[in-house]
């Protein structure tokens, strides 16, 4: 079946560092995928998404390029803050009985220090 | 502000209470979703209503019940739970066929605790 594996956290970083958080995905079909972001104390919201192969998706910084030839969609960001302390989720989504099906990764948590 | 309401925050009960969330959305969309977020396991999806019709339970016991009035309201009703359903349950909707596909917006949550 569908299903979404991401790195294990937490990831630890100093301010400025550079960010990775690997996903990969098994799908049939051609999912579209996303990043989710959880602040503390708050739901998740969309940061970023791409629908096709070879898009490239980016918010606040952030990147993460659909790659279909190995199935995954890695989040970057080039420079952290410590207001991008949260945990991030990577999602595909399938469509079935008419509606949107997310199915998530178990996210990753990332806090970034002074 | 995502315009996805839920309510209350925070729930404490006892195995033998019932009790409710309440979501609301006031975005105009068309489908509802009820997701658990236990500590260290995935988001499950428990139920979701398209246009008020629900068209998914995922094999959710039926100590859960959900409820979808309208199209921008969504209940779960909660009796006779156990310890390990202490949760945070998330409430989501989304504009089916505009495009957007798996673009959900998400309410804060309920923080769910049984004792």
């Known amino acids: 079946g569908d299903s979404v594996t991401q790195m294990e956290g937490p990831v630890t970083l100093s301010e400025e560092a550079f960010l990775t958080i690997n996903c990969t995905y098994t799908?049939?079909?051609?999912?579209?995928l996303f990043w989710y972001v959880q602040y503390p104390g708050e739901g998740l919201q969309l940061l970023l998404k791409?629908?096709?192969?070879?898009d490239k998706g980016s918010n606040k910084g952030f990147e993460a390029t659909y790659r279909k030839e190995t199935t995954s969609f890695h989040l970057e960001k080039g420079s952290v803050q410590v207001s991008d302390s949260a945990v991030y989720f990577c999602?595909?989504?399938?469509?079935?009985?008419?509606?949107?099906?997310?199915?998530f990764g178990a996210g990753t948590r990332l806090a970034v220090h002074p | 502000e995502t315009g996805v309401t839920q309510t209350p925050r925070h729930l404490v009960m006892g195995m033998t209470n019932k009790k409710s969330l309440k979501c609301e959305q006031h975005?105009?969309?068309?489908?509802m979703y009820w997701y658990k977020q236990s500590a260290k396991k995935p988001l499950e999806l428990m139920f979701v209503y398209n246009f008020k019709e629900q068209t998914e339970n995922n094999s959710v016991p039926s100590r859960f019940s959900p409820e979808c009035p309208n199209s921008s309201h969504l209940f779960l009703h909660l009796h006779t739970l156990q310890p390990e359903d202490s949760a945070l349950y998330l409430c989501a909707s989304s504009q089916v066929s505009s495009g957007r596909a798996g673009e959900l917006f998400f309410g804060e949550g309920s923080r769910l605790t049984v004792l």
């Open positions: 791409a629908t096709k192969a070879d």
């Open positions: 975005l105009g969309h068309n489908a």
């Open positions: 799908a049939t079909g051609y999912p579209s």
């Open positions: 999602a595909l989504s399938v469509t079935s009985g008419g509606y949107n099906k997310l199915i």
